[in-house]
């Protein structure tokens, strides 16, 4: 499919504005994202309905703690990525290129599968979803028509304007925040944090549910001055935003050690003084899972894994003390 947020170059290349990187891209060949690729001096987008993963997931895999709780959504995700972290847990499909094996699916049959299994929605995920635009941007259209939920996990890396066309349709978003250091951007993911706060501040301000999740990297993004920076960040926009502190596993072509256990605790102590909601991921105990009230620190949502139970919870308020709360049930 042709794709959208491109012009011609000169001598038959064609400049991308999908993202910030805006490739230029030469005759026959991708831009960094290995999706978009120019043929015959137009650019194409590779992976419009065709997917290499498809499935039911739990909402909280995303990882969403408090949109919709304990449901399910049918989850999609393509090849190719415009970042480059060499610890990503996905790269067989992120880091690979058309020649992947890939299943062609048409929106309808999505909708028709998240219906049949009582699905909220369906959710853009695995990959970057951002790089397979014209795809999400259609079958969004679709599901919000068909009045279920449009989720975004993505990493914010995308120019204003296909944001702001695509808003619309979007509910939600799980936002893999790398780190709050431009340094640190540039040398690991090739890249720049400013669209990726940009991408962040927009969503909240149009009042789409937002999520936040850094994946904590022992002597790369544990600095505790660092992260006091980022926990101020999402203060300023609300406290009510839930963060996600993820734990590192060695995987693809990073061998460190995986995060000390000690870490998650410190830096989760540092943000649950100015954040209501913090959660540690990779690491199963139910206590750093658990949803609190921010008031009264009753139990709203229990959760074991994947395993989840609403307990003092009705809506968006807490039924043990009244405190309206960051929930959508």
Request: charged fraction near 25%; charge should be positive; aromatic fraction near 14%.
């Amino acid at each position: 499919m042709e794709a959208l947020y491109w012009e011609v170059y000169k001598d038959k290349k064609v400049k991308c504005f999908l993202c910030p990187h805006e490739c230029v891209i030469e005759e026959g060949k991708t831009g960094r994202c290995r999706t978009r690729k120019n043929i015959d001096g137009k650019l194409f987008s590779l992976t419009y309905g065709k997917f290499t993963s498809i499935s039911l997931d739990p909402i909280e895999k995303k990882p969403l703690y408090h949109f919709y709780p304990g449901r399910e959504i049918l989850s999609v995700g393509t090849f190719g990525c415009n970042f480059f972290c060499p610890w990503c847990q996905n790269f067989e499909i992120s880091q690979a290129d058309e020649r992947v094996p890939v299943r062609s699916v048409k929106i309808e049959e999505l909708i028709s599968f998240s219906k049949r299994y009582n699905s909220i929605g369906i959710s853009y995920t695995y990959n970057e979803p951002l790089i397979n635009y014209e795809f999400v941007l259609d079958c969004s259209k679709k599901f919000n028509d068909e009045g279920m939920k449009n989720i975004l996990v993505t990493n914010g890396y995308i120019n204003e304007a296909p944001l702001h066309n695509l808003i619309p349709y979007i509910d939600g978003a799980n936002v893999d925040l790398k780190s709050f250091n431009n340094d640190f951007y540039k040398k690991y993911c090739f890249s720049k944090i400013g669209p990726v706060l940009r991408t962040i501040e927009t969503l909240f301000k149009k009042k789409k549910h937002i999520e936040i999740t850094l994946l904590v990297i022992p002597k790369l993004n544990d600095n505790e001055d660092e992260f006091k920076d980022l926990v101020d960040w999402i203060w300023s926009l609300s406290p009510d935003v839930p963060l996600h502190l993820s734990r590192y596993y060695p995987a693809y072509k990073f061998n460190r050690e995986p995060t000390p256990l000690k870490t998650l605790y410190r830096l989760r102590d540092i943000a649950i003084k100015k954040l209501k909601f913090v959660y540690l991921g990779n690491v199963w105990e139910e206590e750093y899972s658990n949803s609190y009230c921010p008031n009264c620190k009753a139990v709203l949502v229990r959760r074991r894994g994947y395993n989840v139970k609403i307990e003092n919870l009705s809506g968006n308020i807490c039924k043990n003390c009244g405190e309206e709360v960051n929930f959508l049930t």
